[in-house]
C-alpha cells in the first residue's frame, strides 16, 4: 500500500474554507484516494474519495493532482463542528483485493471562532 | 439497520488475562479490519481478513489472534503476550477495496 504523508496539525477560521494537504507520492495507478475523519472516540467517518478526477459530495471537495501524487481536501465553509482529526488513506480500487489499509496519523484539524 | 457493531464498549482485564472484542457486521461484507488507536496517534492495522478463514498479519499483530469463521464475525483476541493492551480497537469493513465502514470502538483498559 502507498504511504500517505499529512501534515500534523492546522488551524481555520470558522466560516472560511479548509485545505488540508495530503501527499501519496508512490500511489500506484489502481489505487483511489480516500478520506476519513474521526471525532474524539468514535470511528473515522467517510467522507469522499478520488481515482484522478476532482470529486465533490455534500460534506468536502477533493482535488487531485494530474500526477495523481498528491491531493487537497476542501471543506468550504467549515464550522466548529469539523474540528476533527483527518486521514488520508489509498486503496485498490473496486473488484480487485484491497489488501492492507494504513492509516498513519493524520492532520488534527481546528476551527476556531 | 446494516451496519458494524463491536462490543463491549469498555473493558477491564486484570494483568495476564486474555480477553476477546467482538465485530459484527450486517453488510454483506468480504473484508474486515482491526485497528489499535493509542492517545493521539493514528490508526495501526493489527490484522485483516478478505475471505471467510482467510487472514493476514498488519504491522502490529503480535499479542493478537483473530479467526473469520463466518462472513459477518472478526473476532479480535488481546492475548497475555500483549505487553502494552490498553488501547482504544476499532473494527472496520469493506465491499472488496472500497468504502471503509468502521464500528464505534471498544476500549480496552487493563489493571
Known amino acids: 500500500d502507498a504511504k500517505t504523508t499529512q501534515p500534523t496539525s492546522m488551524d481555520c477560521a470558522e466560516g472560511r474554507a479548509a485545505n488540508l494537504p495530503c501527499n501519496h507520492s508512490t500511489i500506484s495507478g489502481n489505487e483511489y484516494v480516500y478520506w476519513y475523519r474521526q471525532i474524539h472516540s468514535q470511528g473515522p467517518q467517510y467522507i469522499i474519495h478520488g481515482l484522478k478526477n476532482n470529486e465533490t459530495n455534500e460534506m468536502a471537495s477533493l482535488i487531485i493532482t494530474e500526477d495523481r501524487k498528491s491531493s487537497t481536501l476542501i471543506l468550504p465553509h467549515a464550522t466548529l463542528r469539523d474540528t476533527a482529526v483527518y486521514y488520508c488513506?489509498?486503496?485498490?480500487?473496486?473488484?480487485?483485493?484491497?489488501?492492507?489499509?494504513?492509516f498513519g496519523d493524520g492532520t488534527t484539524l481546528t476551527v476556531k471562532p | 439497520d446494516g451496519g458494524i457493531t463491536q462490543s463491549p464498549k469498555y473493558l477491564f482485564r486484570k494483568e495476564g488475562q486474555n480477553v476477546t472484542l467482538s465485530c459484527e457486521q450486517n453488510?454483506?461484507?468480504?473484508?474486515m479490519y482491526w485497528y489499535r488507536q493509542d492517545p493521539g496517534q493514528g490508526l495501526r492495522l493489527i490484522y485483516y481478513?478478505?475471505?471467510?478463514?482467510?487472514?493476514q498479519k498488519g504491522d502490529i499483530a503480535e499479542g493478537y489472534s483473530v479467526s473469520r469463521e463466518k462472513k459477518e464475525s472478526f473476532p479480535l483476541t488481546v492475548t497475555s503476550a500483549q505487553k502494552n493492551p490498553t488501547a482504544f480497537y476499532l473494527c472496520?469493513?469493506?465491499?472488496?477495496?472500497?468504502?471503509?465502514?468502521f464500528g464505534e470502538g471498544s476500549r480496552l483498559t487493563v489493571l
Open positions: 472496520a469493513s469493506a465491499v472488496r477495496a472500497g468504502e471503509l465502514f
Open positions: 453488510l454483506n461484507h468480504d473484508a
Open positions: 488513506i489509498v486503496r485498490a480500487i473496486h473488484n480487485t483485493n484491497a489488501g492492507k489499509s494504513t
Open positions: 481478513s478478505q475471505i471467510v478463514n482467510d487472514f
